[in-house]
């Protein structure tokens, strides 16, 4: 102040002076800015690296809490249907890709088959064989089996991530790592991915969230680079589970949810365009899918998707339009256009009526709440409807956590991350109709949770640290001390004096603002602080801080601010309920969803452990002493592990393809053993197996299920009638009460065969029925046409033989007819009346039972017929697919001989070539050695001749030199 004084008094003394000093302020200002970004910038990579340790820490934390199963039991495959993968990801990694794709099997749905290859999605095997193809080319030399059981841990591990990016991409990063922590230990996805559930939810979870995020990474971008991968990552979920029906309706809903909400944009167009076009032609590269996406009448569950993409055309379309041509024309085409969509409205709806549309298929008609349905499809546990127990059980504390993210996403709606609030509405209502799809509903539910956590945290703490006034500069200041004097002089327009006064008051709390004290306004009666806080709040929200923003929104209209003791009470019982989640997902992932349904276990009295290892047991006597073409006729829920550990043929299993097929099973297991007998042997079976707890307390035994058996072969064969299996006073039962039907069926006889001798509590009769509670009506049961050939330790599972027709020919029991002497007195006229009265109703109900039985016999001969229609029908289909793949296999083999053929004819000539260059080879190398040899003889022909010509010559010398040599001699001699 002293400083703007001096300046005022003398301007022209220094004029560099000030130019000087706001140039050394500016280079200070620009300095201090630097080392603030730079802070910033330290502040934000420690930031991300701390944030990568907590999600490291996530990632292994998802890994390891759902190994409880492999630490309390051992490494194996659990539940039904892992079996069928299991065994088929062998077949693909033994056999390779292209076998696998041919791949059918004659050993399951005996006498009919089934192709493998184009009734399963491949998404889980291909997934697995890569993981065992790439360990082994790092030179891991890990066993298949175990590559199956650790797959669930593992894509559940990379679950979290995509749940990381997902809630990064609609929120913070805070409500990120929060969702990632929650779908790391939440139950309901838990229990499809813990170790050992080798099933096609362990990657279709991940596939569906990591689609989410492409989708909703694209809408915010625009980009087609990023639609195009979410149409990848959509074909990979199209090849794991049929669940990509809730994908290729929930993304349409969201851009018709954008459209008809006036938040469509050229960039919605662009994405949903390609991902609709990309996807559609990989999803039918699927064969178990094929033309479905398109054959839009027979599969309705697409027709959504489909109508979408032609709207957003119209759409398009219409925009161009209304640039070309007058109001007036538009409106005329509009109306043409809903003209028609009217009338092919109509026209399907008349197609529909007609029975030229297909209907929907069973679990379709289930989703949306039908409950008229066959027996075979409400037989399943899976598809029950959801209790609310199964949400908090499956969910706890993100059951209240979800809706208020719900809450926070309201606040601040965007085209991206409204997708998630659609995501947990349908997921919420589907999961409600059936209990399978508590599963789809839990990744929502931890998005949301994660949000409304992350949120509440946030805005508590910043409520109990208080929003400060100091973060107000002075324009802040000036615009709340101008809102006071004009408020004041609304008051007191008549008391300048005291005006005056106030605003040398507002000087004093400027100073108090700057210096962060708390005192208010002295003599007006206005809080300057309160009213610093409100701008600071709305200059927060325009910027966008929304942290600041969720506590500077607080505060109250007379300027109070929330009171930090309710948000402590808040934090802690968000921080309560975390742990009291934490200790109940641990409790349900180590006892409740990690004990495999091969291997069960119960607490004794004194607290020890007793395993049930009866299945296997079962299994492994199959294995061992039954033929290896034997047939084994069960219900249709062990026909996956008989195949999977026991590797014999099956009569039905959990496919559950032919209703018809299965509904034979019931009838043979319904009916009485004279009945069932040619049913057993038409479907040539070896041996029955039966499940059964009634001594040990197992509840999920045949017995329990029985009435669903009887249900679904009634629906196919009428004379089986469900009310014959209850007891007079309409109970299901099998003590005395229960009815002349229920205790001769075949079903009963197997189960309580022989269990009449046995005690099972202290206490109680034999043949007490401890699931039943109940002593069993029948106990001295006699097999004819079986014979029982196995029974494990506990009871559990029991198979038995069924024996030729050479064995039991003679051992058919005749009834004895027994004769009564007749009385000696007469009759009186009453009594003779009455017996002749009896007579003739006696003869009357012999008639019309005659004429019931002719008639129930004509009619099932014509059930008969038509079943075997349908079966040869079917045979025949199944024989001229397995003719075709043997005449395939054939041409195969004469292609493979042809070119065997080929090759050895190639090798052959090659052979002869080679002997012939041999022969010549030889033949010069003899002709060579014969030249050599002439050479050689020549030349000691021409020595010897040398040696003779050298020989002569010595002779002739030696002649010559005779007379010289005489006259020598005689010359010395005369000398």
């Not at 019309?848 to 002719?854: F, G, I, L, N």
């Not at 029908?873 to 080929?902: N, P």
Request: net charge positive; aromatic share 12%; charged share 25%.
């Amino acid at each position: 102040m002293t400083t703007g004084k001096r300046s005022k008094v003398a301007p022209t003394a220094s004029p560099a002076r000030p130019e000087a000093s706001r140039v050394a302020a500016a280079r200070e200002a620009a300095a201090a800015l630097a080392e603030k970004r730079r802070q910033a910038e330290l502040e934000g990579r420690s930031d991300e690296v701390f944030e990568l340790f907590i999600l490291l820490a996530i990632y292994v934390l998802a890994f390891s809490v759902r190994l409880f199963s492999v630490l309390r039991f051992e490494s194996i495959i659990h539940e039904f249907d892992p079996w069928f993968n299991f065994r088929v990801t062998k077949y693909l990694v033994r056999e390779g890709f292209f076998d696998f794709w041919n791949f059918y099997d004659e050993t399951t749905w005996y006498p009919l088959g089934r192709y493998i290859g184009g009734t399963v999605y491949p998404g889980l095997m291909w997934t697995a064989g890569l993981l065992y193809h790439v360990a082994n080319l790092v030179n891991l030399p890990v066993d298949i089996r175990n590559v199956c059981v650790l797959l669930a841990p593992f894509m559940a591990s990379n679950t979290t991530v995509a749940v990381y990016l997902f809630t990064k991409e609609l929120w913070t990063r805070a409500a990120a790592i929060t969702a990632a922590m929650f779908i790391a230990m939440a139950p309901g996805y838990i229990s499809r991915s813990v170790a050992g559930s080798y099933d096609n939810e362990a990657v279709a979870i991940f596939a569906i969230v990591f689609t989410f995020y492409l989708w909703t990474k694209s809408v915010r971008t625009g980009s087609m680079f990023w639609a195009a991968m979410c149409a990848l990552s959509y074909f990979y979920m199209v090849t794991a589970w049929g669940g990509y029906i809730f994908l290729i309706n929930l993304i349409p809903f969201h851009v018709l949810v954008l459209l008809v909400s006036g938040r469509y944009s050229r960039k919605i167009y662009v994405v949903y365009t390609t991902f609709y076009t990309l996807g559609t032609i990989l999803s039918m590269q699927v064969m178990f899918v094929g033309f479905q996406p398109v054959q839009l009448l027979s599969s309705p569950e697409h027709l959504g998707a489909f109508g979408v993409f032609g709207l957003l055309q119209l759409v398009s379309f219409f925009t161009y339009l209304r640039s070309m041509v007058s109001k007036e024309h538009m409106r005329l085409l509009v109306n043409a256009f809903l003209l028609i969509i009217a009338a092919l409205f109509v026209f399907v709806i008349l197609l529909s009526v007609l029975g030229y549309v297909p209907a929907l298929t069973g679990r379709f008609k289930t989703l949306l709440g039908s409950t008229k349905n066959i027996a075979i499809v409400h037989s399943v546990s899976e598809h029950q409807p959801s209790p609310w127990t199964t949400f908090f059980f499956d969910n706890h504390c993100l059951t209240f956590l979800a809706p208020a993210g719900m809450y926070f996403v309201f606040q601040h709606v965007t085209d991206y991350n409204i997708f998630i609030v659609l995501y947990l509405v349908f997921a919420s209502y589907f999961s409600g109709i059936m209990v399978r799809l508590v599963l789809v509903f839990c990744p929502a539910a931890c998005v949301m949770g994660g949000i409304g956590a992350s949120e509440m945290l946030v805005l508590f703490m910043n409520i109990i640290a208080g929003p400060s006034a100091a973060d107000a500069d002075e324009n802040d200041v000036q615009r709340v001390l101008r809102d006071a004097e004009r408020e004041e002089e609304e008051k007191k327009q008549q008391q300048l004096q005291q005006q005056q006064q106030s605003e040398a008051e507002d000087s004093d709390a400027t100073n108090a603002v700057f210096g962060a004290s708390s005192r208010k306004k002295k003599g007006k009666g206005v809080d300057v602080q309160s009213r610093i806080k409100k701008v600071l709040a709305e200059r927060a929200k325009k910027s966008g801080d929304d942290d600041k923003y969720a506590a500077f929104k607080h505060l109250g209209l007379d300027g109070e601010t929330v009171n930090p003791l309710a948000a402590w009470v808040g934090v802690f019982v968000i921080l309560f309920m975390l742990v009291l989640f934490v200790y109940h997902c641990s409790w349900v992932t180590s006892v409740a969803y990690s004990s495999p349904s091969v291997v069960l276990q119960a607490r004794q009295h004194d607290g020890s452990r007793i395993i049930f290892d009866d299945f296997r047991e079962a299994y492994y006597w199959l294995w061992q002493n039954t033929a290896e073409d034997a047939k084994i006729m069960s219900w249709w829920d062990y026909g996956y592990q008989i195949k999977g550990m026991g590797n014999r043929t099956t009569i039905v299993d959990n496919n559950t393809r032919n209703n018809t097929h299965i509904a034979t099973v019931g009838l043979a297991m319904a009916s009485n053993e004279d009945m069932a007998y040619p049913i057993l042997r038409r479907l040539d079976v070896d041996y029955v197996l039966v499940v059964f707890g009634g001594k040990i307390g197992y509840s999920s035994d045949d017995i329990n299920k029985f009435l669903w058996m009887v249900r679904i072969s009634s629906g196919v064969f009428p004379r089986i009638v469900e009310s014959d299996f209850f007891s007079k006073d309409g109970a299901y039962t099998v003590d005395a009460r229960a009815s002349k039907t229920m205790r001769n069926c075949l079903m009963y006889k197997m189960c309580y065969y022989r269990f009449g001798e046995m005690t099972t509590e202290y206490g109680r009769p034999t043949g007490w029925d401890r699931v039943r509670h109940a002593e069993i009506g029948k106990k001295n049961i006699q097999l004819k046409y079986l014979e029982e050939a196995f029974t494990t330790e506990h009871w559990m599972v029991r198979i038995y033989r069924v024996k030729k027709e050479s064995e039991h020919i003679g051992q058919v029991d005749f009834p004895k007819l027994s004769y009564k002497k007749r009385s000696s007195g007469s009759l009186s006229s009453s009594a003779k009346a009455h017996v002749e009265a009896f007579k003739v109703e006696q003869s009357h109900k012999r008639a019309k039972s005659k004429e019931v039985r002719r008639l129930q016999k004509e009619r099932d001969a014509q059930l008969l017929r038509v079943y075997e229609e349908s079966d040869a029908k079917l045979l025949s289909e199944a024989q001229r697919e397995a003719q075709r793949q043997r005449a395939e296999q054939a041409e195969k083999q004469a292609r493979e001989q042809a070119e065997e053929a080929e090759k050895q004819e190639k090798r052959t000539e090659e052979r002869s070539k080679a002997e012939e260059r041999e022969a010549a080879e030889k033949a010069e190398q003899d002709a060579m050695v014969a030249r050599a040899e002439e050479k050689a003889t020549k030349l000691v022909e021409e020595q010897n001749i040398k040696k003779d010509q050298a020989a002569a010559a010595a002779a002739n010398d030696a002649e010559e030199t005779k007379p010289a040599k005489k006259k020598k001699s005689m010359k010395k001699g005369k000398k």
